[in-house]
């Protein structure tokens, strides 16, 4: 695990959203830290409900591909419409 994916972990536990989308970024395409997806889901979730434009925007996209044959997230079209049109209220 890269020294960038520790100092954004420990971040990222205190709650900071910046820190959580960033590390579900890692943990989503396996940089510095070895991949997984539902990991990253679930940390760019909990930024995206802190108002994080950015990770409202990928956990959207996450899950509209989530009905993709080998996904590991459920689909959730609904939950996934909700996401972007947040983001997109706050450009």
């Known amino acids: 695990v890269s020294v ?8 990222a536990e205190q709650g900071l ?12 395409l396996g940089t510095g830290i070895p991949r997984d997806v539902s990991e990253g889901a679930r940390l760019f979730r ?10 409202q925007i990928n956990i959207g996209r996450l899950l509209l591909v989530a ?8 689909a959730a079209p ?3 419409i ?10």
């Open 4 to 11: 960038r994916a520790r100092w954004y972990d420990l971040a």
């Open 17 to 28: 959203a910046r820190a959580q989308a960033s590390l579900a970024m890692y943990y989503t």
């Open 46 to 55: 909990l930024a995206a409900e802190q108002g994080h434009a950015g990770a």
């Open 67 to 74: 009905a993709a044959a080998g996904s590991v997230l459920p």
């Open 78 to 80: 609904g939950e996934a």
């Open 82 to 91: 909700r996401f972007l049109a947040q983001a997109a209220q706050q450009t």
